[in-house]
């Protein structure tokens, strides 16, 4: 690949393959759309970097659906950060939220213990494809036990699908000239190894047990280099406004070659509506729960994602 072609800005997805390599990948750039989800909720800066990593990893994951549907990443945990909800609607869409702890956070950014497996603690990472109506879920469960996104995206895959798989995750704050406040970047890169001959659970011995050490012995040398590529990214590469996906790819396998497939674009979008709301209320509580949910006369619901306020009478569900 050479830098002959026009080359991708933010809030994109570009996949790519590493053929000499046996790895394929997709490489997450995110502008407006991060800012967009980390700006309206006024985090502390810990808890956005993280939640900036969950929207990360979940466009990665998620904008390879091969279908209409929805890819969930939640985490729950005893950490400071309990909770971490990411949607992805395929194709493009992202919404996400955090709930956290305000004494635990104070104390462990006094502790100095600010890093993304320190504010999880132990819990578990639960990723869900959601197909819509009439179809069942897939959910794959992964524990947290003092392990980070990048980590346990690993453990995701090699326990559900047995495919050695490297991520990265990057986010940072940017003010840039003309700016009256700093904005939020994130980006990440995937890399997966792409075996000759396809090794799944029904390949293994024993009942779904797998050896990883040997699956990644199996992956071989191109696997190894991919790797080593990879871990040589700084955050700054991956979120750098100035470096595009393809640049980042070319500097980092151009000698062992790789090929860039057209970007997908990702945006910022919540599936909240007015209608959504009123069916909740309509079919979840009764006459008596939302008289007693009323305040000053109203019922008032706020969409934990995207902050958006609706507002009810409670007497337009009575019957």
């Given amino acids: 690949m050479g830098l002959d072609r026009p080359e991708t800005g933010d809030d994109a997805v570009v996949p790519f393959t590493l053929e000499n390599l046996d790895t394929r990948g997709r490489v997450v750039r995110l502008g407006e759309a991060i800012d967009m989800i980390l700006s309206r909720h006024n985090y502390p800066l810990p808890v956005a970097r993280l939640l900036g990593e969950a929207v990360v990893l979940s466009a990665l994951i998620g904008s390879s659906l091969k279908f209409e549907g929805r890819f969930i990443l939640q985490t729950q945990t005893d950490g400071p950060v309990n909770l971490i909800v990411v949607d992805f609607d395929a194709p493009d869409g992202m919404r996400g939220y955090a709930r956290f702890d305000q004494e635990m956070l104070v104390k462990a950014a006094e502790e100095g213990k600010t890093s993304a497996a320190e504010l999880l603690g132990k819990g578990h990472l639960a990723m869900t494809i959601d197909q819509g109506q009439h179809t069942e879920r897939y959910q794959g469960i992964v524990a947290l036990d003092g392990s980070s996104l990048e980590e346990v995206a690993h453990t995701y895959f090699m326990q559900s699908e047995q495919i050695p798989t490297r991520v990265r995750l990057a986010v940072s704050q940017i003010t840039t000239k003309g700016d009256v406040r700093t904005r939020w970047r994130a980006g990440g890169m995937l890399i997966q190894h792409l075996p000759e001959h396809g090794l799944g659970v029904k390949d293994l011995p024993g009942d779904g047990a797998f050896d990883e050490v040997e699956i990644e012995r199996e992956a071989g040398d191109g696997w190894n280099e991919a790797q080593v590529m ?89 019957n």
């Fill in 230 to 318: 990879l871990k040589s990214v700084s955050d700054l590469e991956l979120t750098d406004p100035d470096v595009s996906p393809e640049r980042l790819l070319f500097r980092l396998y151009h000698e062992t070659g790789v090929r860039v497939f057209p970007a997908m674009p990702l945006v910022e979008r919540c599936s909240c509506s007015v209608e959504r709301i009123e069916d909740m209320l309509t079919t979840s509580f009764t006459n008596e729960d939302r008289e007693e949910m009323a305040v000053d006369g109203e019922i008032e619901v706020v969409c934990e994602f995207c902050s958006t306020a609706y507002r009810f009478n409670p007497h337009q569900f009575q």
